[in-house]
């Protein structure tokens, strides 16, 4: 081999792993985005299940107190003989 294809070839194989290399880089570039992207996703849904968990625990409390005016109707129909 003469030293002008060796040079010639030498060129072409550094071209060559400088594209694998900006290939890698741009995978390893996708990937830290996506593990942003998935972390701060993950994040906003841990806040809105802890916000929806507190609205459930208001309503079960809700739920489980008694409606004064329920009790007031059925004291009411209790004392005209309807039930």
Request: aromatic letters at 2%; charged letters at 35%.
């Amino acid at each position: 081999m003469t030293p002008i294809e060796r040079e010639a070839m030498l060129i072409r194989v550094n071209t060559h792993l400088e594209k694998l290399l900006a290939k890698v880089n741009r995978d390893k570039d996708m990937l830290r985005h996506m593990k942003n992207h998935y972390w701060a996703r993950m994040h906003v849904c841990k806040a809105r299940m802890k916000v929806l968990k507190g609205r459930l625990a208001k309503a079960l409390k809700r739920r489980k107190r008694p409606d004064p005016l329920h009790i007031l109707a059925e004291a009411s129909l209790k004392d005209h003989g309807a039930r």
